[in-house]
């Protein structure tokens, strides 16, 4: 990332440039992106979203996680802004099933202390979160899928790097249908986030669509 002096933020310029940056070296060969933090050199949280859906769309579609960079302690997260973690998918807890779940994009992340539910996304033909789907399809239809929510969220739909759709959270638990139009040529993505009063507290890795 991009290093500044404390309480300095990264101006559109500098993103720009990274973006560019990440896109020419293929971001050096990284399968992951560190997305979810809100205070990291600079960059907030709009800022690590904004390079992660730019990227996405250069092509370059790396998987989310979220950050607290905590070391030295237990739960030195806790009160920061840098709360976040990260939810994998895995049949068990163990290194070769949690590097699968990393590899295929099946993770979610968010706010430890204000979220501790489930996210994914389901597409028509059976494909979950984190999923390339080729097609040539005018328009897909996919179910957001939310657990263990609070009951006073908002869900935000992003379509391809712009917010598509918001709504308040129907409950504790949902599944949301949403129909993405995809673009004649190049890549489109759907991925969700909820918010509560702060802002962002958990967020969906994509679903991505390409032309064959």
Request: hydrophobic residues 40%; glycine residues 8%; charged residues 45%.
């Given at each position: 990332g991009v290093m500044k002096a404390s309480g300095t933020r990264i101006t559109p310029s500098e993103r720009e440039a990274l973006l560019a940056e990440l896109l020419a070296t293929r971001a050096n060969g990284a399968d992951i992106l560190e997305v979810g933090y809100r205070d990291r050199g600079g960059a907030g949280l709009e800022d690590h979203l904004w390079l992660?859906?730019?990227l996405a769309l250069g092509g370059l579609r790396l998987v989310g996680t979220g950050v607290n960079d905590s070391h030295g302690g237990p739960e030195r997260w806790r009160g920061t802004p840098n709360n976040f973690l990260s939810w994998i998918y895995a049949p068990t807890p163990d290194v070769p099933h949690l590097i699968e779940g990393l590899r295929a994009g099946r993770v979610y992340f968010g706010d430890r202390e204000r979220f501790?539910?489930?996210?994914?996304?389901?597409?028509?033909?059976g494909t979950r979160m984190g999923a390339t789907i080729v097609t040539r399809a005018e328009r897909v239809s996919l179910s957001l899928i939310a657990r263990g929510l609070r009951g006073d969220e908002e869900v935000v739909v992003i379509e391809s790097g712009r917010p598509a759709a918001r709504f308040a959270a129907p409950g504790a638990s949902f599944q949301h249908r949403h129909v993405l139009p995809l673009p004649a040529g190049g890549p489109a993505f759907v991925r969700f986030e909820i918010h509560d009063a702060s802002g962002a507290i958990a967020l969906s890795n994509p679903i991505h669509f390409l032309r064959p």
């Open positions: 992660w859906d730019q501790d539910g489930e996210l994914d996304l389901l597409a028509e033909d």
